[in-house]
């Protein structure tokens, strides 16, 4: 079973311009009142969460280990009439950005537990390297507390209509014996009533404690760490309660 990055169409189905809406809202509201204009995401993909904040103003840079999900980025932001700098690159080596500095690094899309928890913590080293003084390390992620705690093996998606064909999208997760996860992604595709397509994929995740990038980001000195849902405007809830939540924090 292949990886569904290498099938951006089919990841990218879900989006919609109301999502698109809502990600521009969510940096609106993150942003608001701080001084942000240059931005790096470490895991841009096709750039689904991250390029609502080209219509912000602001200037991007992207990388992400799949080709595949950046051309797709590439072609999104050329629809838009904006460009933006987008490099292969695995996060854990950020070199392929030089002695570069930006306002934010961002790592969106729960992709830093693609990696093991201590590869994560070398992440958040390469991540600070690139951060500009007074800038912020950004990280929006699943609750994988959550998740651990409750063992739920079945993560139901809304279905959703693409060009009047329904989409319905299945997620199976498996909780391995060395502790990391497999989620198995269902999609199956109907028209008139009937299947005509189903797609398989998996992705293996080692599941990621808040504690370790919250310990790990002291660690490195940031102090103003705030927490939110996500999206950012979402109302408050207990922590236990979030399903995927934002990490923002400013380095000194
Ligand atoms: C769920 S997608 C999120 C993509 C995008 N940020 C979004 O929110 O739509 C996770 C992304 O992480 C990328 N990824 C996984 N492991 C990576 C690694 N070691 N280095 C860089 N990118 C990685 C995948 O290629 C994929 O594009």
Redesign the pocket.
Known sequence: MGSI?DHSEIYDLMEDENRYNAYKKHWEHLFEGRTIKTML??????????LPVLDLGMSLCG????EN?LKSCEKKISDKGFSAELKI????DLSCWGGRKFDVVAS????LA??SNDDVRHVLEEMDKHVEKGGYIYIDTRNWDKILKERNRFYLYDPFFVNGDRVNFLQVWDYNPDGSMTFNLLYTFEKDLKIYKKEKFEEHYNPLPKSLILDKLSALGYTDIHLFGFPSYAPKRPFEDTEWYTILAKKN
């Open positions: 990055y995401d470490i895991s841009i993909g096709s750039g689904s969460v991250t990388s992400d280990l799949s999900m690159a695995d996060f854990r969106t899309g729960n992709a693609y990696v």
